[in-house]
């Protein structure tokens, strides 16, 4: 079985390759449901440090997407009233929510600095990041 840091250092690595890769990613993190708690925790990441570490089920984008379990895709973050603003230079949103026997574990979180830059295709390919990730750490 795998040990706690090297599953770090593959979510890291995925978060560095995403990033890296397709520019209108300009931070990708984790966060995952923290223990017994109605929060979340962030989890590796690569762009910005955030100071958001901690976030309430409920709360901005994440908490929303660990209530509802669907997708939720930002095109415009100024126009939502439940926005946790990390940086001002962030213009987009998209966050997937993780499922690991259909309880949802966690999510992707990525900001664009690109106003309007997702679409479905984003959607599918970071459900596709989501499974492995799922299968990584089950
Ligand atoms: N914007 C997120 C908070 C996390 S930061 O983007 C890293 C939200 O509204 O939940």
């Given at each position: 079985s795998q040990?706690?840091s090297?599953i770090d250092?593959?979510?890291?690595?995925i978060c560095?390759?995403?990033?890296?890769?397709i520019t209108?990613y300009n931070?990708?993190?984790?966060?995952?449901k923290n223990?017994d708690?109605?929060?979340?925790?962030l989890?590796?990441y690569?762009?910005?440090p955030t100071?958001?570490?901690?976030?309430?089920?409920?709360k901005?984008i994440?908490?929303q997407?660990a209530?509802?379990n669907q997708?939720?895709?930002?095109?415009d973050?100024s126009?939502q009233?439940?926005?946790?603003?990390?940086s001002?230079t962030v213009?987009?949103?998209?966050v997937?929510p993780?499922f690991?026997?259909?309880?949802?574990?966690?999510?992707?979180?990525?900001?664009?600095?690109?106003?309007n830059p997702?679409n479905?295709?984003?959607e599918r390919?970071?459900?596709?990041v989501?499974?492995?990730v799922?299968k990584?750490?089950?």
């Open positions: 040990s706690e090297s250092e593959r979510l890291r690595a560095e390759l995403l990033e890296k890769e209108y931070w990708v993190g984790f966060y995952f223990g708690k109605n929060e979340l925790k989890g590796p690569v762009g910005e100071d958001h570490i901690i976030i309430p089920f409920g901005g994440c908490g997407v209530i509802s997708n939720f895709v930002v095109p973050v126009a009233d439940n926005y946790i603003a990390c001002i213009k987009a949103e998209i997937i993780i690991v026997n259909g309880e949802n574990i966690g999510q992707i979180d990525i900001d664009s600095n690109t106003p997702f479905e295709e984003d390919f970071l459900e596709f989501c499974e492995k799922a990584l750490i089950a």
